[in-house]
C-alpha cells in the first residue's frame, strides 16, 4: 500500500512522502488565495471547485478556511461555512445537505499515537525527518447546525438534523436529531416540533 492509501484507510503512514506532500501545498496554496479574495470576486468559485472539487450546488465558505486536502471532503447541496473554517481532512470528510458551520470551527481528522516513544518524530533511513500517524473519518449528516467554536474529531459521527452548541468538542457520536453540548460533547435531548419557532399560523 502507499503512504495515501495506509491514510484513507486508517493505518499508521508517514506523511511526509512526496505525494501527500504535493498534494497538502496544493491545498494549501488555495487556501491561502482564496482567503485573499473579496467576497464578491468570482474567482472564488473556481478555486473552491480546484480546493473541494466533490462539494454539491450552492457551497459557501465565508473565509478564510483552510484544508490540508480538500479533495478528502465531500460537502451536499447548499452548505454554509463562517469565518476561520479549518477541516484537516487526512481521512474522508462527508458533509450533507444544508449543514451550517458558525465561525471558528475546526474538523479534525488525524489521531495521533498516545505514546510518545511512538508519536515523537524520527530519522528515515533517507535523512529525512518524519513521523507515523493516522486518521478517522468524520461524517456530519444533512441538515445540521455546528455552531461558533466547535471542534469535531476523528471518528465522529453526527446525526442528521442535530445541533451542536457552541464551543463543544464532539469525540464521539451523535445521534440524529438531537442537541448536544459541552466539552466532551454529550447529548442533551431531542429536537422535536416544540422547538419551532414559528407559529402554525406562519408555516
Not at 488565495?33 to 470576486?41: A, H, I, K, P, S
Not at 468538542?169 to 451523535?174: A, G, K, Q, S
Request: hydrophobic share 35%; net charge negative; aromatic share 8%.
Amino acid at each position: 500500500m502507499t503512504e495515501k492509501e495506509k491514510m484513507l484507510t486508517g493505518e499508521l503512514y508517514d506523511p511526509n512522502v512526496d505525494e501527500l506532500i504535493s498534494l497538502r501545498q496544493k491545498a494549501h496554496r488555495l487556501s491561502r488565495v482564496y482567503n485573499t479574495l473579496d467576497e464578491t470576486d468570482e474567482n472564488r468559485l473556481k478555486i473552491i471547485g480546484e480546493l473541494v472539487p466533490n462539494h454539491g450546488q450552492n457551497l459557501t465558505l465565508q473565509g478564510p478556511v483552510q484544508f490540508d486536502y480538500g479533495f478528502f471532503t465531500r460537502f451536499g447541496e447548499n452548505c454554509y461555512a463562517n469565518f476561520n473554517f479549518t477541516c484537516v481532512d487526512c481521512a474522508q470528510v462527508t458533509i450533507g445537505d444544508n449543514v451550517f458551520f458558525g465561525p471558528n470551527v475546526s474538523i479534525l481528522t488525524p489521531v495521533h499515537p498516545l505514546r510518545w516513544q511512538e508519536r515523537n518524530q524520527f530519522e528515515r533511513k533517507d535523512g529525512v525527518i518524519t513521523d507515523k500517524e493516522y486518521a478517522k473519518p468524520i461524517s456530519i449528516g444533512s441538515n445540521c447546525w455546528i455552531a461558533g467554536n466547535v471542534t469535531i474529531c476523528g471518528g465522529v459521527t453526527i446525526g442528521e438534523g442535530s445541533v451542536i452548541g457552541a464551543g463543544s468538542v464532539v469525540t464521539r457520536d451523535i445521534p440524529p436529531n438531537t442537541l448536544a453540548v459541552g466539552n466532551p460533547c454529550r447529548a442533551i435531548r431531542e429536537i422535536t416540533e416544540r422547538d419551532s419557532v414559528f407559529k402554525e399560523s406562519t408555516i
